[in-house]
């Protein structure tokens, strides 16, 4: 069997929708990891924005202690 090990998400995945004259809102969708051969990464969201965009960035010192997505 092979033995499965949690790794830090390489990047966050982040919905952010910007009202018309207002503050942007950022929520935390999900998270990716990359592929052992560095060739890409694998996206895992928890919700599926139906608006706005998503950012992918590196996650802060606090959230790659997490190791899950959102």
Known sequence: MKKTE??????IAWHVRE?????????????????QNGDGHTLQLDLYPMDGRVVLLPPKADEAMEGGAA
């Open 6 to 11: 949690t790794k830090a998400p390489a990047l």
């Open 19 to 35: 009202p018309k004259g207002g503050k942007a809102f950022w929520t935390r969708i999900g998270a990716a990891w990359q592929h």
